[in-house]
C-alpha cells in the first residue's frame, strides 16, 4: 500500500520561507506525475505545483516565481520550497502522486502570519 507523509509545516511569519517534504512508502520512479495541492478555510482544493518524472514542472499562478517543486527519486520524496509567503498562502497542503492511481498524503498546516 502506497504511503505519502508530509512534513515541514507550521507557522511563519509573512516574507518567510518553509520547505515541504512528502515522503513516498514506494518508489518515485513509479510515479508520473507528482504535486502539491492546498485547501484554505472555506475555499476550495487547488492544485499548487506538479513535476512528472521528467523534471517538467507546472505551478499556479499565484506562487509562480516564490514556489519551487522537486523531486528526488533517489530519497522517494517530493518538496515544495515556499519563499516569500503571504497571508493567503495559509492553507493545509497535501502532497499526491499519480501511477495507475492516485494517492494523497493526510496534508500539513501551512499558517502565514502578517
Known amino acids: 500500500q502506497v504511503q505519502l507523509v508530509e512534513s515541514g509545516g507550521g507557522l511563519v511569519q509573512a516574507g518567510g520561507s518553509l520547505r515541504l517534504s512528502c515522503a513516498a512508502s514506494v518508489s518515485t520512479f513509479s510515479f508520473n506525475f507528482m504535486g502539491w495541492d492546498r485547501q484554505a478555510p472555506g475555499k476550495q482544493r487547488e492544485l499548487v505545483a506538479s513535476i512528472t518524472n521528467g523534471g517538467s514542472t507546472t505551478y499556479a499562478d499565484s506562487v509562480k516565481g516564490r514556489f519551487t517543486i522537486s523531486r528526488d527519486n533517489a530519497k522517494n520524496t517530493v518538496y515544495l520550497q515556499m519563499n516569500s509567503l503571504k497571508t493567503e498562502d495559509t492553507a493545509v497542503y497535501y502532497c499526491?502522486?499519480?501511477?495507475?492511481?492516485?494517492?494523497w498524503g493526510q496534508g500539513t498546516q501551512v499558517t502565514v502570519s502578517s
Open positions: 499526491w502522486s499519480v501511477s495507475s492511481q492516485t494517492y
